[in-house]
C-alpha cells in the first residue's frame, strides 16, 4: 500500500511507552487546534481538539498542550499500542472565522515497536 | 455509514483528460472542504462552502479547477486537461457550524488521482 510517511519526522517508540509528538504553528491569530491521524491510504481521523483559551485539554490515552507563547502544540498518547503506529497532524484555524479551514503542519510518522 | 464518503477511491488517467470526484458529507453538516494532499504532506485547502455557496478558493485551485455543491448536500470537484502535478489524494471534509466549543471537521477516505 502506499505510504504517507516518505521524508517525515519520525519517532519510534516501544509498546506500552508513553508518545510525545510535537508541533510548531505559524499563525499567531490561529486560537482552535486539532490533532489528526492518518493511516495509509485514509483520510485523515480526528483524535483530539483544543481551543486558545485552554493550555491542557485530555481525552482518552491522549492528552493535548498548548503553550501560545512559544506557539507549540504537543501530543500525548500513554501506553502507546501498535495500532497507534500512523502518520499524525496538527491543524490551525481561526476558529469563528469565515471558513474555519484549517492548515496542516508537517506530519510525525509514529512507528511502535512490538 | 454515517461519515463523509468520496467516490471513486482511485482514479487513472492520462494526461489532458478531464475528471470528476464525488464528495457525499455527514448528512446534517452544513459546511464542506476540499483538500489536497501529496505524497508526504499534510493537506492542503482547496475550496470551502457553506451549504450551497462557495465562500473561498485558494491560488491552489487554478482555473482548470471547479468545485460545485448544488443543493448544499454533495459536492464535485472537476478538473479539466488533468496535468501529471495534479496526482495527488483529494480529500473532502465536512463540519457542522455551532456556536459551540468544537468544530472539527470529518475526513473522508479520499479519491487517489493518478495522471499518467
Known amino acids: 500500500g502506499e505510504s504517507v510517511g516518505l521524508h517525515l519526522p519520525t519517532l519510534s517508540v516501544q509498546e506500552g511507552d508513553n508518545s510525545i509528538i510535537n508541533c510548531a504553528y505559524s499563525?499567531?491569530?490561529?486560537?482552535?487546534f486539532i490533532w489528526y491521524k492518518q493511516e495509509s491510504g485514509k483520510g485523515p481521523q480526528f483524535i483530539i481538539d483544543?481551543?486558545?483559551?485552554?493550555d491542557k485539554r485530555q481525552g482518552q490515552r491522549v492528552t493535548v498542550l498548548l503553550n501560545k507563547t512559544v506557539k507549540h502544540l504537543s501530543l500525548q498518547i500513554a501506553a502507546t499500542q501498535p495500532g497507534d503506529s500512523a502518520v499524525y497532524f496538527c491543524?490551525?484555524?481561526?476558529?469563528?472565522?469565515?471558513?474555519?479551514?484549517?492548515?496542516f503542519g508537517t506530519g510525525t510518522l509514529l512507528a511502535v515497536q512490538p | 455509514d454515517t461519515g463523509v464518503s468520496q467516490n471513486p477511491r482511485h482514479k487513472i488517467t492520462k494526461r489532458g483528460q478531464n475528471v470528476t470526484f464525488r464528495c457525499d458529507p455527514i448528512s446534517e453538516h452544513n459546511r464542506l472542504y476540499w483538500y489536497r494532499q501529496t505524497l508526504g504532506q499534510g493537506p492542503e485547502f482547496l475550496t470551502y462552502f457553506q451549504n450551497e455557496a462557495q465562500l473561498e478558493k485558494s491560488r491552489l485551485l487554478s482555473d482548470r479547477f471547479s468545485a460545485e455543491r448544488p443543493k448544499g448536500s454533495f459536492s464535485t470537484l472537476e478538473i479539466q486537461r488533468t496535468e501529471q502535478g495534479d496526482s495527488a489524494m483529494y480529500l473532502c471534509a465536512s463540519s457542522m457550524t455551532s456556536g459551540g466549543f468544537r468544530n472539527e471537521q470529518f475526513f473522508g477516505p479520499g479519491t487517489r488521482l493518478t495522471v499518467l
Open positions: 491543524a490551525e484555524s481561526v476558529y469563528g472565522g469565515a471558513t474555519n479551514k484549517l492548515i
Open positions: 499563525n499567531s491569530a490561529s486560537d482552535y
Open positions: 483544543i481551543r486558545s483559551n485552554m
